[in-house]
């Protein structure tokens, strides 16, 4: 379970990397725009998600911090350790 939880954070980052280079060095035409787009969607997504579960709950500045950049992932992994299963 561990390992899947990393390859689903590793594979976020290399999400926001690849948006990242597309910033500042811009590739070819069709996938330009479906980064820029999706490096948009990302950020307005992700800012919903932590002001909302902001207001629900007390967030710690490094909580807030992981909420913005894995996002459900990391949702799921407070949700866990909130809910314990019995």
Do not use: D
């Not at 280079?21 to 996938?31: C, F």
């Not at 997504?45 to 579960?53: A, D, F, R």
């Not at 709950?57 to 799921?76: D, R, Y």
Request: hydrophobic share 60%; with cysteine; glycine share 4%.
């Amino acid at each position: 379970m561990l390992v899947m939880l990393k390859i689903k954070q590793l594979m976020m980052l290399v999400v926001w990397v690849a948006c990242f280079i597309n910033v500042v060095h811009p590739m070819q035409a069709p996938l330009n725009t479906v980064l820029y787009i999706a490096l948009a969607v990302i950020i307005v997504m992700h800012s919903i998600l932590v002001l909302l579960i902001g207001k629900a709950i007390k967030l710690t500045g490094k909580e807030k911090l992981s909420f913005f950049v894995f996002g459900s992932i990391a949702v799921n992994q407070k949700r866990q350790s909130l809910f314990p299963k019995k």
